[in-house]
């Protein structure tokens, strides 16, 4: 700490500090020769007061010397400039955007007996709004993943952002930098003042910045970041998966379940303690030895209990984030799934043959799904009541008595996907399936030439392959929330795929993939009451090697359970925070009630479906999906329906459970370089955030403190307090009339 | 003074006299002697019945200041050395009256000095004795005895007796014990010995001497004492305080307000001291303080004496 002066002149009056040192030898200079008898007495008096005396002289000597000091210096207006914890502030007038970080991380503690990071956020945040100047506009922004914005409008009502900082709380979703810097940038462009900021509270964890170029962050807009978390290394370790699946061998019921811990901290750690609970009983204890950085599986089977809703829940011992040291997982499993895969393209090479991934992919998953083959013309004259969903695989013309089949089983709740190839003609498949297709068939697109398909002496077309839009993996979406790797998807190569013509019916229609140039990849849409999925290029690798890529197995079966309608199954009964789960209510349910971990119940009540949409006909007991997005809490969700009569029933098989996003425990910090306040901060990345603590009024205070204590020294305290009724007599007797003296 | 169990009050002791400042302006010595004593025995009377038995009791050989006129010449006749007769109930008593003039006694700064204050007491108490026809003596000393004057009852001895006290001035050192020596020495009977002095530096062997005159069977009466500045140090400037006695070479820079307390309690202190020890010698202690009238102190010594022996009177019957 530097301390500086605003007017380092007056410091000369620090010569004063000289003075009473001068005055007390002069006062004993001039002390007069006094000849007195009893010097026997007054010596020992004086050695009974000595040491006393002595003290109290060099108390009051040093007190004086300092009270002489400390009115120079405090007239001299010293400051330093100090670290600051709170953003350096403008004395101006501004438009201020607060934005804290209110992510599951934030809800860690530092350290012992310490508030969590996101109070401490808050606590910042408050003390830098109360620093603005009067005129200044605020707003507030949170930073988690698909939370509101507490105070979206700028207000020169200091009081109405004192009050949304002290009601904003802590959520358990990820940090999406890239919506919430974006969005109070919008937020500062509306400002009706020159001066414009961004005030980032957060503990610069990374993950959340993923996407997030820090020169066009936030616009124009400069941001000005604190670290609440001081830059404090964090060692963590987590449960960051939970994967069950059946295990046939180990006989009727049983399961294995595995978890996955990670260690985030720089040592390895031995004899971390991890307990697995089935419905909230103990079934199994182990220990884990996880090295530094790393990760380890552990793997227990168990049978499972007969009924519907079981939740199996992996905990370690607590660490100072225990948010993450549990994770939950549904465990029924869904049994024979029936798909139906229709070959648009046969080959007698089985890696060639159209369907060929998809059925691996399915078969994959053991007895999950029960995939069934079969050529498009066969389709009219095969039964459609025992399949859940149909595959489209590079189908060109259909019979017409099969196109009719499929739209009345899609519209009656069936599932279907489409795989395009070059046998398929859009203007027939728009014809044949034109009443619930998302959206119509265009012209296929050539991106670039498919590695090794050019023949000798055709011009190569060398332009690069297209790939999807790494933004575009949407993982609320229910298709891709449990897909363990988004690069499974991102790295797949598309030299080839199907535009789609534009509709006007989008409100069914949400585009799940796309490409880098925009175009859809993946779209889905409603129709009836069943769903169709449109994959605009092929399922084999004619058109793409997305079939060869991890993430096509995954996306297959997620798609399959999707169209199936099978919310109860293990995959899409667990959720991360801020996920949304539909749920489905039959005609006989007037509501749902959902309890949340903490015990709260929310009440779900469908609203009347749409004309020619979800019309519920006559007699029809097909259930409608009602969406629920209140997943803000890890933990089981218990569903329940009220039916028309009143009655209650327990729905074990919809009971859901939400984990955290296991990015949120990985304290990797993010690079200097990254920074949105990076340019601000400097080459040499020295924290900028320093501002001028006035010290006047500190010795203003010492100064007081001075005068008091030289004041209680002065006075000479008796050695014995007069008792009341002796100060009575003192003070009150002499002058009472004819009192005697 | 043997009259002195004789007297009979009829008014309670009191500030009756006038207070030392007051008399300093009287015109001398002799009449403020008077004055006091006659503040000291207002409403006092004679006991009208005196002592005359004149037995034979025993020799005692001369020493300076003896009366001449007892001396036994028959005695000398037969031996060659002088001896005085002595007489049992002999109603006539010797008062020695040792006045401290030692350097410490002159001081005194807002009334009359120790010394001054001494001088008076002295004086009353010749005067009271020369009224009863008692022999009054004097020893004014300082480390030395520099005045002595036996106890007479001739005329012009009082005379004598006041100029010497007049005569008086504070130097030296306090030597209170070579001037109780010289008294045990030349007092061949019972005699009153009466003490004047501040005590300052006195040695501690002091009290033992003291013991030791009482033991002949002398009546010993201490008068201590101090100025009010000695037992309140009522100053408020910083102060160098310096020893007065010559060879006193202490010093203390100190001011008086941070001592005051606890100078307080030693003077507290030195005063029970003394009256402790001289409970312990059958000595009688009395304290005075210069700003009282010296009539008072004269006064509560008679009817101390008077309530004294009306006692021992009372006791015997």
Not at chain 1, 82 to 101: C, F, G, K, N, Y
Not at chain 1, 192 to 212: A, C, N, P
Not at chain 1, 461 to 488: F, K, M, Q, V
Request: net charge neutral.
């Amino acid at each position: 700490m530097n301390l500086h002066f605003l007017g380092p002149s007056l410091l000369v009056g620090l010569l004063a500090a000289v003075l009473p040192t001068w005055l007390h030898r002069i006062g004993r200079k001039r002390a007069r020769p006094f000849p007195f008898p009893a010097m026997e007495l007054l010596l020992g008096a004086d050695r009974q007061v000595a040491a006393r005396r002595r003290l109290r002289e060099v108390l009051l000597l040093v007190t004086r010397t300092l009270l002489a000091a400390a009115i120079p210096l405090a007239i001299a207006r010293p400051f330093a400039w100090v670290r600051s914890e709170i953003p350096q502030t403008s004395a101006l007038p501004q438009t201020a955007v607060v934005l804290i970080d209110d992510s599951a991380s934030m809800s860690r503690s530092p350290g012992l007996a310490q508030s969590p990071l996101f109070e401490r956020a808050r606590t910042q945040a408050l003390r830098l709004v109360s620093s603005f100047a009067p005129e200044s506009e605020v707003a507030l922004v949170l930073a988690s993943e698909g939370t509101t914005t507490p105070l979206a409008e700028l207000s020169n009502d200091r009081n109405r952002a004192i009050a949304a900082l002290s009601t904003a709380h802590g959520s358990f979703r990820r940090a999406d930098f890239r919506s919430a810097l974006a969005r109070a940038a919008q937020i500062a462009d509306t400002g009706g003042q020159r001066d414009r900021h961004i005030y980032l509270f957060t503990d610069l964890q990374r993950s959340g910045w993923e996407e997030v170029d820090p020169t066009t962050a936030a616009r124009d807009v400069p941001v000005n970041m604190a670290d609440v978390s001081n830059g404090a290394l964090w060692e963590n370790h987590a449960v960051v998966d939970l994967v069950t699946e059946p295990t046939p061998d180990s006989g009727v019921g049983g399961v294995a379940t595995t978890a996955e811990i990670a260690n985030y901290a720089a040592t390895p750690v031995q004899g971390l303690g991890l307990t697995f609970r089935l419905d909230d009983e103990d079934i199994a204890r182990t220990t884990v030895d996880v090295p530094a950085g790393g990760r380890v599986r552990k793997r227990i089977l168990h049978p499972l209990p007969p009924g519907r809703g079981h939740v199996i829940q992996a905990m370690l011992d607590k660490d100072r984030f225990p948010a993450d040291d549990s994770r939950l997982a549904r465990l029924d499993v869904a049994r024979g799934i029936k798909v139906l895969l229709v070959n648009g393209d046969p080959r007698t090479v089985r890696n060639e043959d159209e369907v060929f991934f998809v059925e691996a992919a399915l078969r994959a998953s053991g007895s999950l799904f029960t995939p069934e083959i079969l050529a498009p013309d066969d389709l009219a004259r095969r039964p459609l009541g025992d399949v859940n969903a149909v595959v489209l695989a590079n189908v060109g013309a259909l019979p017409e008595e099969g196109a009719r089949k499929l739209v009345a089983f899609v519209q009656g709740g069936g599932g279907l996907l489409i795989g395009v190839g070059d046998h398929v003609d859009p203007e027939v498949t728009n014809r044949q399936l034109g009443a619930i297709l998302p959206q119509p068939f265009g012209a296929p697109r050539t991106a670039s030439a498919q590695p090794g398909a050019g023949r000798e002496g055709e011009t190569i077309d060398e332009r690069p392959a297209e790939r999807l839009l790494p933004i575009s993996l949407d993982r609320r979406h229910a298709l891709l929330t449990n897909l363990p790797d988004g690069e499974g998807l991102t790295s797949s190569r598309f030299f080839r795929y199907l535009l789609l013509q534009p509709t006007a019916e989008g409100a069914e229609r949400a585009v799940v993939l796309r490409y880098e140039s925009g175009a859809p990849a993946l779209i889905e849409g409603e129709a009836g009451r069943g769903r169709v999925l449109v994959l605009t290029t092929s399922l084999d690798r004619e058109w793409t090697d997305l079939p060869i890529r991890p993430g096509f197995l995954p996306l297959m079966q997620e798609a399959m359970r999707y169209l199936a309608g099978a919310p109860s199954s293990d995959a899409r009964a667990s959720l991360l925070v801020g996920q949304r789960r539909s749920l489905p209510v039959t005609a006989d349910e007037k509501r749902l009630e959902i309890r949340s971990p903490s015990g709260q119940v929310y009440v779900l009540t469908p609203d009347a479906p749409p004309p020619g949409k979800h019309a519920v006909r006559e007699g029809d007991r097909t259930p409608r999906l009602v969406p629920f997005d209140r997943t803000d809490e890890p933990g089981t969700y218990r569903v329940r329906g009220v039916h028309e009569d009143g009655s209650v029933v327990e729905r074990p098989g919809d009971t859901f459970v939400v984990n955290l996003d296991p990015r949120e425990s990985d304290p990797a910090r993010l690079a200097p370089d990254k920074r949105p306040d990076a340019a601000s901060r400097g080459p040499g990345g020295a924290p900028g955030a320093v501002r001028r603590f006035e010290l006047w009024h500190v010795i203003g205070a010492i100064l007081v403190g001075l005068l008091v204590a030289e004041s209680l020294l002065s006075v000479r305290w008796p050695r014995r307090w007069p008792r009341p009724t002796e100060l009575w007599l003192k003070l009150v007797a002499p002058r009472a009339p004819g009192g005697s003296p | 003074m043997a009259d002195a169990h004789r007297l009979s009050h009829d008014v309670a002791p009191g500030k009756l006299g006038l207070d030392p400042a007051a008399l300093a302006r009287l015109a001398s010595l002799p009449l403020r002697a008077r004055v006091i004593v006659q503040g000291a025995t207002a409403g006092m009377h004679h006991n009208p019945h005196a002592g005359s038995s004149i037995e034979f009791a025993e020799h005692k050989e001369y020493a300076p200041g003896d009366d001449i006129r007892h001396i036994d010449w028959k005695a000398v006749a037969r031996v060659g050395r002088y001896y005085i007769k002595r007489f049992e109930d002999d109603n006539e008593m010797r008062t020695y009256l040792l006045l401290d003039a030692s350097a410490s006694m002159g001081f005194g700064r807002k009334g009359v000095s120790k010394l001054t204050y001494a001088t008076y007491l002295c004086a009353a108490f010749g005067h009271l004795l020369g009224l009863q026809g008692d022999a009054a003596g004097l020893l004014v000393f300082d480390q030395e005895i520099r005045r002595t004057l036996p106890p007479r009852t001739r005329p012009g001895h009082m005379r004598d007796l006041f100029a010497a006290l007049e005569a008086a001035f504070p130097a030296g050192r306090t030597g209170l014990e070579r001037a109780l020596s010289q008294v045990a020495e030349v007092a061949d009977k019972k005699s009153l010995v009466l003490i004047f002095s501040d005590l300052l530096d006195a040695p501690a062997t002091l009290a033992s001497r003291l013991r030791q005159v009482r033991s002949h069977g002398h009546d010993v009466v201490l008068f201590h004492l101090l100025d009010p500045e000695e037992i309140e140090l009522p100053y408020d400037d910083l102060l160098h305080f310096e020893g007065v006695e010559p060879g006193d070479e202490r010093r203390l820079l100190a001011d008086p307000a941070e001592l005051r307390a606890a100078f307080r309690k030693e003077s507290l202190a030195f005063r029970a001291r003394w009256q402790g020890t001289c409970r312990e010698g059958r000595i009688e202690y009395r304290f005075a303080s210069t700003d009282r009238p010296p009539s008072d102190v004269l006064r509560e010594f008679l009817f101390a004496r008077q309530r004294h022996f009306t006692g021992v009177a009372g006791a015997a019957r």
